[in-house]
């Protein structure tokens, strides 16, 4: 190539740009001490379940999560005094920890009161956008290095939170939502739908019952003939209720394989016991 290509090429580039990228949209502002971005091509950042994945924000004390267009879908401020804790590879983590027919948003957020870190770790369902539960709050003097990851580590269907806490021991906890699922236990706040987990069903079932408000309240199960098989009365509360079928009809005797339906006033659903 000769000089005089050489030069006018470099002539034609800055006048015409190298081939770029253009901003698509921007979303503005944010904390420039606690904000940062997360997203990846793969599911597990697909929060709203339309088979793209999302952009997810963490500012300081909210997280955002974004079409690929820029809209906001859902936006939320976590627990006060708490922020999102961005100094991991990512504090959100999408999984079906519950088995019912949405994901989960795992959240890890913490707050330095000046001299111990606090950590937390929340579950949101991702159609709701309910706060599901809590964890307890695993404190420690100094500095605390806590690493979250969710996945079904027991093939149960459900994944498991395993947090790693603690300082200078620290210990692994295994959180799985099975644990959580004793009769009578409720979960104030939570406004989902309801469901029956497992099924196929062996010999337990345990329903998950949204209530608007407090009031015992009853719970009909019948055949695909519609034959009532066993019905069941739980003292209800604002929330969540859990309660717990032994797959007997109301004579004590166990119900024969094959579909069965569920009501409770406007919750229902259908449900496969095998033996």
């Given at each position: 190539?000769?000089?005089?290509?050489?030069?006018?090429?470099?002539?034609?580039?800055?006048?015409?740009?190298?081939?770029?990228?253009?901003?698509?949209?921007?979303?503005?502002?944010?904390?420039?001490?606690?904000?940062?971005?997360?997203?990846?091509?793969?599911?597990?950042?697909?929060?709203?379940?339309?088979?793209?994945?999302?952009v997810v924000v963490a500012d300081g004390g909210k997280f955002m999560v974004l079409s690929g267009s820029g809209s906001v879908v859902w936006s939320e401020d976590v627990p006060s005094p708490f922020v999102v804790w961005v100094d991991v590879d990512s504090p959100f983590h999408?999984?079906?920890?519950?088995?019912?027919?949405?994901?989960?948003?795992?959240?890890?957020?913490?707050?330095?009161?000046?001299?111990?870190?606090?950590?937390?770790?929340?579950?949101?369902?991702?159609?709701?956008?309910?706060?599901?539960?809590?964890?307890?709050?695993?404190?420690?003097?100094?500095?605390?290095?806590?690493?979250?990851?969710?996945?079904?580590?027991?093939?149960?269907?459900?994944?498991?939170?395993?947090?790693?806490?603690?300082?200078?021991?620290?210990?692994?906890?295994?959180?799985?939502?099975?644990?959580?699922?004793?009769?009578?236990?409720?979960?104030?706040?939570?406004?989902?739908?309801?469901?029956?987990?497992?099924?196929?069903?062996?010999?337990?079932?345990?329903?998950?019952?949204?209530?608007?408000?407090?009031?015992?309240?009853?719970?009909?199960?019948?055949?695909?003939?519609?034959r009532i098989v066993r019905s069941l009365r739980s003292a209800g509360r604002a929330g969540l209720n859990l309660v717990v079928w032994d797959c007997r009809d109301d004579s004590g005797q166990e119900v024969p394989c094959g579909t069965y339906v569920y009501s409770a006033g406007?919750?229902?659903?259908?449900?496969?016991?095998?033996?």
């Amino acid at each position: 190539m000769s000089k005089l290509q050489t030069v006018l090429g470099i002539v034609m580039l800055c006048s015409f740009g190298f081939p770029n990228y253009q901003v698509e949209w921007s979303l503005s502002p944010f904390d420039p001490n606690q904000s940062s971005v997360f997203s990846q091509d793969a599911a597990d950042y697909d929060v709203d379940g339309d088979g793209v994945p999302n952009v997810v924000v963490a500012d300081g004390g909210k997280f955002m999560v974004l079409s690929g267009s820029g809209s906001v879908v859902w936006s939320e401020d976590v627990p006060s005094p708490f922020v999102v804790w961005v100094d991991v590879d990512s504090p959100f983590h999408i999984a079906n920890t519950d088995n019912d027919a949405n994901k989960e948003l795992v959240l890890e957020v913490y707050y330095w009161n000046g001299s111990s870190s606090h950590y937390k770790f929340l579950v949101y369902d991702c159609v709701t956008h309910a706060l599901d539960y809590v964890s307890p709050d695993m404190n420690s003097r100094g500095t605390v290095t806590n690493i979250c990851t969710v996945t079904d580590v027991d093939d149960d269907g459900m994944s498991e939170i395993c947090v790693l806490a603690g300082y200078p021991s620290r210990t692994l906890n295994v959180y799985g939502w099975t644990s959580a699922l004793d009769e009578g236990a409720v979960v104030p706040g939570r406004r989902g739908r309801s469901t029956a987990v497992p099924s196929p069903a062996h010999g337990v079932v345990r329903f998950s019952i949204p209530r608007a408000a407090d009031g015992e309240f009853g719970i009909v199960i019948a055949d695909m003939a519609g034959r009532i098989v066993r019905s069941l009365r739980s003292a209800g509360r604002a929330g969540l209720n859990l309660v717990v079928w032994d797959c007997r009809d109301d004579s004590g005797q166990e119900v024969p394989c094959g579909t069965y339906v569920y009501s409770a006033g406007e919750a229902t659903g259908r449900l496969e016991v095998v033996r």
